[in-house]
């Protein structure tokens, strides 16, 4: 079955720091990959998303490219920010039939001044 | 102007009770879905509606039983309460059927505490 491996966290960087999550998918077919954001208290929100190989999803200055040779999805940020701690999700979307969305377990971006 | 709002957001509760938490879209999507996250934050799906419909149903307790008693609505009833249960449920929604590159979107989430 599909499935969604993130790097483990907590993941802990000073502001401004480079940012960079894993993320690698196993799928039968060609999904849609996604990543969400939780903040404290609050439910998953969408990040950004790729349909198709080599696409690159961007938002809010983080950035992810769909590699189907490598079969990963990374998420990038330039410089980090305090308000970017929260929980990140990789996640991805299969093909076949109406939607079955598999996540990652989510890795925890803390954030210091 | 909530887009997938979700009652209670805490529910404290004794062992053995019965309890609903309820779930509302007002995006006009079709596909409703139940999950629960555990304390290290790991998602799991429980259920998926697609207009009233159940699609998906994940290996889940019985004492589970949602019911969609329209396209907008997704409610979930817990019979007999466990300590295991505690936990945060999430309700989402989505624009689906055959087309899965549609993100979904999250309610804050109802806060279930075992008592």
């Known amino acids: 079955g599909d499935s969604v491996t993130q790097m483990e966290g907590p993941v802990t960087l000073s502001e401004e720091a480079f940012l960079t999550i894993n993320c690698t998918y196993t799928?039968?077919?060609?999904?849609?990959l996604f990543w969400y954001v939780q903040y404290p208290g609050e439910g998953l929100q969408l990040l950004l998303k790729?349909?198709?190989?080599?696409d690159k999803g961007s938002n809010k200055g983080f950035e992810a490219t769909y590699r189907k040779e490598t079969t990963s999805f990374h998420l990038e940020k330039g410089s980090v920010q305090v308000s970017d701690s929260a929980v990140y999700f990789c996640a991805l979307s299969d093909h076949g039939g109406y939607q079955k969305v598999t996540f990652g377990t989510g890795t925890k971006l803390q954030v210091i001044p | 102007d909530t887009a997938v709002s979700q009652t209670p957001k805490y529910l404290v509760t004794q062992m053995g009770n019965d309890k609903s938490i309820k779930c509302e879209q007002n995006?006009?999507?079709?596909?409703m879905y139940w999950y629960k996250q555990d304390s290290k934050k790991f998602l799991k799906i429980m259920f998926s509606y697609n207009n009233k419909e159940l699609i998906i149903n994940e290996t889940v307790p019985n004492r589970f039983s949602p019911k969609s008693p329209d396209k907008a609505h997704l409610n979930l009833h817990i019979n007999s309460l466990e300590l295991g249960d505690s936990a945060v449920y999430f309700c989402?929604?989505?624009?689906?059927?055959?087309?899965?590159?549609?993100?979904?979107?999250f309610g804050d989430g109802t806060r279930l505490s075992i008592l």
């Open positions: 989402a929604s989505s624009l689906a059927g055959l087309n899965s590159n549609q993100p979904q979107h």
């Open positions: 995006l006009g999507h079709d596909t």
């Open positions: 799928a039968t077919g060609y999904p849609s």
């Open positions: 790729a349909t198709k190989a080599d």
